[in-house]
């Protein structure tokens, strides 16, 4: 049972029983009235069909017109009451119904949920129909089972994530339709469908397969509402059918985000007690998603939910009395001004709480007027001057709400934010040991634990729990938590603050700096040195600003292109400067070599040979030094043009994603055969490029398996072979991709027993960097199943880029393992939004985690989803260890550099942006763009995470040191 509501046959519309009613003898002093009880419900059954990620361009626009004839006739001409009704972000299903239902806001953390979705124990207008007696029965996405269990008397679940499948999900919905429709044992009838959002993640809302499912939609409407007219009697109540959207989809085919097309569905009322329309068709209303709450509440004759923010809409009501309208409108008012009461300590100062106080007392003189049985003039426009002022203070108090009903459980974001800040003072701390010759970082924790210090700090901060938890009037979530789950995370602030303490401690004692690596070691800054300080800086400080985070992607992009032209100035540096210095040296020995003719005494001098026969000098490595000269410098700018390239593929961000580009291009039906071609040039390409460092087995592997890639992708219609004649033969590719993952599989295992045998049998780093490559191909060639086709050149250029860099730049510049960690966290993030992603939930593609599935398994999908929006991030950082593993010959803790070096330039900017949102969890844009900007930043702390663990487990030095 909620917790918030309670109801009754006398109870009130508005709130819980513990609330006052305030009723119309408080109005008009000496009147007494029955308002007190719950008004009689305007319509006697009620079906909800729920199309999920139906766009209001899909009903209103020329898709509507083409696609749903009946519905169109009904909201052109019909007995129908049309509006857009605006979501907020998430636009994800399960917070959205949860706004449907409640008429309140929900939080961010919905996403997560989203997955698996708890019950619902907010008060809300299923529990208000149920405790009411409502007879209800639900078809349709599970999730309602899980947000209302033990509420419907019938009901039949499909699984929503399972997004390969578009047909079956719908027909197990409407394979009851006939049965229910003829019986009387309802009250309200619940359909949701998930066939449209299916297609929108697998092919986009420009899909051909769009069509016949809106077709197919407008069918069951016209059932649907047929059989509701031909039940209605004269003398009963009349039906209504209500035809909504979760959420919308962008024009990639996914949501999540606030773009127009996410936040824009219809809402269409539907029933014979309305007028039928005449005159021009206008422009639909505008209206919250949370409006639909309130409203039908009061046509169900139910209480409003407790937290509900929405309005009632006057459209639905207007053939009502003036005096049951304003009543309608009083309810909704008081139900909102208790609301404001609970969450606003001022709200006697609140423009909407005024304007309602000055619309009750109009109210009461109306009242006064129409008991006294005045009938006149004055009396329908005084009714219409309550109602304008009515509106306009609902209008401001749902405003004011929407604003203030966010609850943020400051005591649980103040614990965490702690923790991280200690994490990554530590990490600073522990710089000048951590990148020193022999690549210490050991958190002493015996003499922290021990001190009286840790003891006191526990106790201190138990005491503080306490007092919180007990003196607490809202819920906490570190307050719900187990005590021995509390008090560990006591001794883990302690603890942390203990070490840092003694941290500093031992660098005031001793502050002679440990001593340098020699091969890593500089005298001075360089230009790049001060460019990834600048950068990394730079972008830290810039997630404070909303467009910087909606257009991050360009934060990124300038950064590699100025990463690129400084290291064209340091290959000039190196090859001119540098080399001009050597030339001169070697020319005077020679001069010198020439005029004593003591070869003997130069024979290890490396000059140019002499041959007498020919009477010139012949250079026997020049021309190769002289390409490896070229190739350097040539390098830069062979990336620069590549990144170009890629940015052109996919638009991402806000601004500008709207524009076409080369991926939009591709994906339409017309380029089929040039994607088809782009797809198999990339995916030959990728064996290229990765097969060089792979044993004959994993080549036979990865060709094997780039071949199923491309038939995985035939057998779902987004490519085709030369001799297909047509893509009739369409099928879900669950074998061929599985056959894809066997050899993933297999390539990953054969790297993981060469990183076992040279972890345990012996120290060979030859077998670990042959291990780490052939790791590194399995995941490539599972990024390439995942990708979509469009996608591939991603991959191709990301592998380019890395060989460019490796041969060409890192290896003869010879970085250090700090500069080189860089540009590959750098690189990393630029290619995470080369794939197409943003900081938005919409760019992230779901159907990539139900490639070769044949039904919804949770792990596998989340996984799959999840490398696959990673996979930038995660290759390069792959290949960041792979190239380190081969440098451990050159510097011994190059590993050991690494790992601290990715975990510290990770840490920054997820540390500044936690300090950033939790100062401006006020800020307008909160929910649309800084949350999800947080989720993206908690999920990638994972990642981080997990590459520093698999880091250390190859640390040869490390295991050695940890023998001895």
Same mark, same amino acid.
């Given at each position: 049972?909620?917790?918030? +509501?309670?109801?009754?046959?006398?109870?009130?519309?508005?709130?819980?029983?513990?609330?006052?009613?305030?009723?119309?003898?408080?109005?008009?002093?000496?009147?007494?009235?029955?308002?007190?009880?719950?008004?009689?419900?305007?319509?006697?059954?009620?079906?909800?069909?729920?199309?999920?990620?139906?766009?209001?361009?899909?009903?209103?626009?020329?898709?509507?017109?083409?696609?749903?004839?009946?519905?169109?006739?009904?909201?052109?001409? +019909?007995?129908?009451?049309?509006?857009?009704?605006?979501?907020?972000?998430?636009?994800?299903?399960?917070?959205?119904?949860?706004?449907?239902?409640?008429?309140?806001?929900?939080?961010?953390?919905?996403?997560?949920?989203?997955?698996?979705?708890?019950?619902?124990?907010?008060?809300?207008?299923?529990?208000?129909?149920?405790?009411?007696?409502?007879?209800?029965?639900?078809?349709?996405?599970?999730?309602?089972?899980?947000?209302?269990?033990?509420?419907?008397?019938?009901?039949?679940?499909?699984?929503?994530?399972?997004?390969?499948? @578009?047909?079956?999900?719908?027909?197990?919905?409407?394979?009851?339709?006939?049965?229910?429709?003829?019986?009387?044992?309802?009250?309200?009838?619940?359909?949701? @469908?998930?066939?449209?959002?299916?297609?929108?993640?697998?092919?986009?809302?420009?899909?051909?397969?769009?069509?016949?499912?809106?077709?197919?939609?407008?069918?069951?409407?016209?059932?649907?509402?047929?059989?509701?007219?031909?039940?209605?009697?004269?003398?009963?109540?009349?039906?209504?059918?209500?035809?909504?959207?979760?959420?919308?989809?962008?024009?990639?085919?996914?949501?999540?985000?606030?773009?127009?097309?996410?936040?824009?569905?219809?809402?269409?009322?539907?029933?014979?007690?309305?007028?039928?329309?005449?005159?021009?068709?206008?422009?639909?209303?505008?209206?919250?998603?949370?409006?639909?709450?309130?409203?039908?509440?009061?046509?169900?004759?139910?209480?409003?939910?407790?937290?509900?923010?929405?309005?009632?809409?006057?459209?639905?009501?207007?053939?009502?009395?003036?005096?049951?309208?304003?009543?309608?409108?009083?309810?909704?008012?008081?139900?909102?001004?208790?609301?404001?009461?609970?969450?606003?300590?001022?709200?006697?100062?609140?423009?909407?709480?005024?304007?309602?106080?000055?619309?009750?007392?109009?109210?009461?003189?109306?009242?006064?007027?129409?008991?006294?049985?005045?009938?006149?003039?004055?009396?329908?426009?005084?009714?219409?001057?309550?109602?304008?002022?009515?509106?306009?203070?609902?209008?401001?108090?749902?405003?004011?709400?929407?604003?203030?009903?966010?609850?943020?459980?400051?005591?649980?974001?103040?614990?965490?934010?702690?923790?991280?800040?200690?994490?990554?003072?530590?990490?600073?701390?522990?710089?000048?040991?951590?990148?020193?010759?022999?690549?210490?970082?050991?958190?002493?924790?015996?003499?922290?634990?021990?001190?009286?210090?840790?003891?006191?700090?526990?106790?201190?901060?138990?005491?503080?729990?306490?007092?919180?938890?007990?003196?607490?009037?809202?819920?906490?979530?570190?307050?719900?938590?187990?005590?021995?789950?509390?008090?560990?995370?006591?001794?883990?602030?302690?603890?942390?603050?203990?070490?840092?303490?003694?941290?500093? +401690?031992?660098?005031?004692?001793?502050?002679?700096?440990?001593?340098?690596?020699?091969?890593?070691?500089?005298?001075?800054?360089?230009?790049?040195?001060?460019?990834?300080?600048?950068?990394?800086?730079?972008?830290?400080?810039?997630?404070?600003?909303?467009?910087?985070?909606?257009?991050?992607?360009?934060?990124?992009?300038?950064?590699?292109?100025?990463?690129?032209?400084?290291?064209?100035?340091?290959?000039?540096?190196?090859?001119?400067?540098?080399?001009?210095?050597?030339?001169?040296?070697?020319?005077?020995?020679?001069?010198?070599?020439?005029?004593?003719?003591?070869?003997?005494?130069?024979?290890?001098?490396?000059?140019?040979?002499?041959?007498?026969?020919?009477?010139?000098?012949?250079?026997?490595?020049?021309?190769?030094?002289?390409?490896?000269?070229?190739?350097?410098?040539?390098?830069?700018?062979?990336?620069?043009?590549?990144?170009?390239?890629?940015?052109?593929?996919?638009?991402?961000?806000?601004?500008?994603?709207?524009?076409?580009?080369?991926?939009?291009?591709?994906?339409?039906?017309?380029?089929?055969?040039?994607?088809?071609?782009?797809?198999?040039?990339?995916?030959?390409?990728?064996?290229?490029?990765?097969?060089?460092?792979?044993?004959?087995?994993?080549?036979?592997?990865?060709?094997?398996?780039?071949?199923?890639?491309?038939?995985?992708?035939?057998?779902?219609?987004?490519?085709?072979?030369?001799?297909?004649?047509?893509?009739?033969?369409?099928?879900?590719?669950?074998?061929?991709?599985?056959?894809?993952?066997?050899?993933?599989?297999?390539?990953?295992?054969?790297?993981?027993?060469?990183?076992?045998?040279?972890?345990?049998?012996?120290?060979?780093?030859?077998?670990?960097?042959?291990?780490?490559?052939?790791?590194?191909? /399995?995941?490539?060639?599972?990024?390439?199943?995942?990708?979509?086709?469009?996608?591939?050149?991603?991959?191709?250029?990301?592998?380019?880029?890395?060989?460019?860099?490796?041969?060409?730049?890192?290896?003869?510049?010879?970085?250090?393992?700090?500069?080189?960690?860089?540009?590959?966290?750098?690189?990393?993030?630029?290619?995470?939004?080369?794939?197409?992603?943003?900081?938005?939930?919409?760019?992230?593609?779901?159907?990539?985690?139900?490639?070769?599935?044949?039904? @919804?398994?949770?792990?596998?999908?989340?996984?799959?989803?999840?490398?696959?929006?990673?996979?930038?991030?995660?290759?390069?950082?792959?290949?960041?260890?792979?190239?380190?593993?081969?440098?451990?010959?050159?510097?011994?803790?190059?590993? /050991?550099?690494?790992?601290?070096?990715?975990?510290?330039?990770?840490?920054?900017?997820?540390?500044?942006?936690?300090?950033?949102?939790? +100062?401006?969890?006020?800020?307008?844009?909160?929910?649309?763009?800084?949350?999800?900007?947080?989720?993206?930043?908690?999920?990638?702390?994972?990642?981080?995470?997990?590459?520093?663990?698999?880091?250390?487990?190859?640390?040869?030095?490390?295991?050695?040191?940890?023998?001895?």
């Amino acid at each position: 049972m909620p917790p918030f +509501g309670t109801s009754s046959k006398n109870a009130l519309l508005f709130a819980p029983s513990h609330l006052k009613w305030i009723g119309t003898s408080d109005l008009v002093s000496g009147v007494t009235s029955n308002w007190t009880k719950i008004p009689s419900p305007l319509f006697k059954k009620v079906v909800i069909v729920l199309i999920d990620a139906l766009r209001d361009d899909f009903v209103f626009g020329s898709k509507g017109k083409q696609f749903m004839p009946y519905t169109t006739q009904l909201v052109e001409k +019909g007995t129908c009451h049309s509006f857009i009704a605006e979501a907020k972000p998430p636009t994800v299903t399960m917070p959205r119904i949860k706004a449907l239902m409640t008429g309140s806001i929900p939080g961010f953390i919905d996403v997560i949920m989203n997955l698996n979705s708890p019950a619902l124990l907010e008060d809300n207008l299923i529990w208000q129909a149920k405790t009411a007696g409502k007879r209800i029965i639900f078809y349709g996405d599970d999730t309602w089972l899980k947000l209302f269990p033990k509420h419907f008397v019938e009901y039949d679940g499909t699984t929503s994530f399972f997004v390969s499948d @578009y047909t079956e999900v719908d027909d197990n919905v409407t394979r009851h339709l006939d049965s229910v429709l003829k019986r009387e044992d309802w009250d309200i009838l619940i359909l949701h @469908y998930l066939g449209l959002d299916h297609i929108g993640h697998l092919t986009g809302p420009n899909s051909p397969l769009v069509g016949p499912k809106l077709y197919e939609m407008d069918n069951i409407l016209k059932k649907i509402h047929t059989s509701l007219l031909s039940k209605e009697g004269e003398s009963s109540l009349p039906n209504l059918l209500i035809v909504c959207g979760d959420h919308g989809m962008s024009e990639t085919g996914s949501h999540g985000g606030s773009s127009e097309e996410e936040v824009h569905t219809p809402l269409l009322f539907i029933s014979s007690a309305f007028e039928k329309r005449n005159g021009p068709l206008k422009q639909p209303e505008l209206v919250q998603q949370t409006d639909l709450a309130a409203t039908l509440a009061i046509g169900l004759g139910l209480p409003i939910s407790r937290n509900s923010v929405g309005n009632i809409l006057l459209s639905v009501i207007e053939g009502k009395t003036m005096r049951e309208q304003l009543r309608f409108l009083h309810l909704n008012g008081f139900q909102l001004s208790r609301l404001l009461q609970e969450n606003m300590p001022t709200y006697e100062k609140d423009p909407g709480f005024e304007h309602f106080k000055i619309a009750e007392k109009s109210h009461g003189n109306w009242i006064k007027l129409y008991l006294e049985g005045n009938n006149s003039e004055v009396l329908l426009n005084l009714g219409k001057k309550v109602l304008k002022q009515y509106l306009e203070a609902l209008k401001i108090l749902s405003s004011s709400l929407s604003k203030q009903v966010a609850q943020y459980d400051m005591y649980s974001m103040t614990v965490g934010t702690v923790i991280v800040l200690e994490v990554l003072l530590l990490l600073l701390l522990s710089m000048p040991k951590a990148l020193s010759s022999r690549a210490e970082f050991e958190v002493p924790l015996s003499p922290p634990l021990f001190s009286l210090l840790f003891y006191l700090l526990c106790l201190l901060l138990c005491a503080v729990h306490v007092i919180v938890c007990t003196s607490a009037e809202s819920s906490c979530y570190f307050c719900s938590i187990s005590w021995v789950m509390a008090v560990g995370v006591m001794m883990l602030i302690s603890a942390l603050m203990c070490v840092i303490l003694s941290t500093f +401690g031992k660098m005031l004692e001793n502050p002679k700096l440990p001593v340098k690596n020699p091969a890593v070691s500089k005298s001075s800054w360089s230009e790049l040195d001060v460019l990834i300080l600048a950068g990394t800086a730079g972008h830290a400080v810039s997630l404070g600003a909303s467009s910087f985070i909606e257009e991050e992607h360009q934060t990124w992009y300038f950064l590699i292109n100025t990463l690129c032209l400084a290291l064209c100035q340091e290959i000039c540096r190196h090859y001119f400067l540098v080399r001009d210095c050597d030339l001169q040296l070697s020319t005077a020995v020679k001069q010198n070599f020439e005029d004593t003719g003591e070869t003997a005494q130069f024979k290890n001098v490396d000059i140019p040979s002499y041959d007498s026969k020919l009477g010139k000098v012949t250079y026997s490595d020049e021309f190769l030094r002289g390409s490896e000269k070229w190739m350097g410098l040539v390098s830069p700018w062979i990336i620069l043009i590549c990144c170009r390239l890629l940015r052109s593929l996919n638009q991402t961000g806000v601004q500008w994603a709207h524009r076409p580009d080369f991926g939009h291009w591709l994906t339409s039906s017309e380029h089929k055969a040039v994607l088809s071609l782009l797809a198999a040039i990339s995916l030959v390409m990728i064996f290229i490029l990765v097969q060089r460092r792979c044993s004959l087995v994993s080549k036979i592997a990865m060709a094997l398996g780039l071949l199923g890639v491309y038939s995985y992708r035939a057998a779902i219609g987004n490519v085709v072979f030369p001799w297909q004649q047509d893509s009739k033969d369409i099928s879900k590719g669950i074998i061929e991709a599985r056959f894809v993952y066997v050899f993933v599989l297999g390539i990953i295992f054969t790297g993981t027993k060469d990183l076992l045998r040279s972890q345990v049998i012996s120290a060979d780093c030859k077998t670990k960097s042959i291990g780490l490559w052939e790791v590194y191909s /399995g995941l490539v060639l599972l990024a390439a199943l995942l990708f979509r086709p469009h996608n591939l050149p991603v991959l191709v250029f990301c592998l380019l880029i890395q060989m460019i860099m490796t041969r060409c730049i890192w290896k003869p510049l010879q970085f250090d393992a700090a500069q080189i960690t860089i540009m590959h966290y750098w690189f990393g993030q630029a290619f995470f939004y080369f794939q197409g992603n943003s900081n938005s939930i919409a760019s992230v593609d779901i159907s990539a985690g139900f490639v070769g599935l044949d039904n @919804y398994v949770e792990i596998p999908a989340v996984f799959l989803t999840g490398f696959a929006t990673y996979a930038g991030p995660l290759l390069w950082a792959i290949h960041l260890l792979c190239y380190l593993s081969s440098e451990v010959s050159r510097n011994s803790a190059a590993m /050991g550099h690494g790992c601290f070096c990715y975990a510290l330039i990770c840490s920054v900017p997820v540390t500044v942006y936690i300090i950033l949102v939790t +100062g401006l969890r006020y800020h307008l844009f909160i929910w649309s763009v800084f949350s999800p900007k947080l989720l993206y930043e908690g999920i990638r702390v994972f990642i981080t995470a997990a590459v520093c663990m698999f880091f250390t487990a190859m640390d040869q030095n490390r295991s050695q040191k940890i023998q001895d």
